[in-house]
């Protein structure tokens, strides 16, 4: 990863979605009324810790980009009973300050198979019910995440909609030397919407935002592909 070496001062924060995967470096140069400015070293790293089911995978460890950690392109049938879940583990090890805020963001493109009906992508989204949402062994259904599309039920499309997608980049911080758990389990449907059909499917990306002092670093979680059979 490239370090940066910036001032503790007059730093612009990116937007959530627009920032690189890139450890925050920063040197002591100011007072304040509070006292010195402390330097550190910011770097979140990101593993895949299971346990895992279908195609989503466990095999990338303390990476600033992992792929395939929530992946099913074989997902149910008419109606799934099993979710494609899995564990992202957020470590702060790497880090010598701590993290003050975590914010995650979720978004999805269309990624259907070869028999797929293009341009539904938002039918698609809303039929995969998130069945479980855990950070830091707290489930977020209800609390933090709310029924945005007003569907009955909490789906993926919830995560990126409103008070929600707010409310998820204002997470728990992890202390320097720590880590903490991100458990994702999404459990589609198609048969709640006639439109929604074999090979139907969409590809998400789940970036992890942290936050200490006026300094970011993001990872991120690529090519997470759920496509219905």
């Not at 040197?27 to 006292?35: A, F, L, P």
């Not at 003050?100 to 039918?123: H, K, M, T, W």
Request: with cysteine; hydrophobic share 30%; net charge negative.
């Amino acid at each position: 990863m490239n370090r940066r070496t910036v001032l503790a001062s007059g730093l612009s924060t990116a937007a959530l979605l627009a920032v690189p995967p890139v450890a925050a470096q920063f040197i002591d140069t100011e007072s304040s009324e509070q006292g010195p400015i402390e330097g550190g070293v910011l770097d979140l790293k990101l593993s895949e810790v299971g346990p895992a089911t279908r195609g989503s995978t466990t095999d990338e460890l303390q990476e600033d980009e992992v792929t395939r950690t929530w992946r099913d392109t074989d997902h149910g049938r008419l109606f799934s009973s099993t979710p494609a879940g899995n564990t992202l583990r957020i470590d702060n090890t790497a880090s010598t300050v701590d993290c003050d805020e975590i914010g995650v963001a979720v978004s999805y493109v269309e990624n259907d198979g070869r028999f797929g009906r293009g341009g539904n992508a938002n039918l698609t989204v809303r039929s995969m019910r998130v069945s479980e949402f855990t950070y830091g062994g707290r489930n977020l259904l209800g609390s933090v995440i709310a029924d945005e599309n007003g569907n009955g039920r909490y789906d993926v499309e919830d995560l990126t909609l409103g008070s929600t997608r707010e409310r998820l980049t204002s997470l728990a911080g992890i202390e320097a030397g720590e880590s903490t758990d991100l458990r994702i389990e999404i459990n589609g449907n198609r048969g709640i919407f006639g439109r929604v059909r074999p090979d139907d499917g969409i590809e998400i990306t789940v970036s992890v935002v942290g936050s200490a002092q006026s300094f970011e670093d993001q990872d991120v979680s690529v090519e997470n592909t759920i496509q219905y059979r």
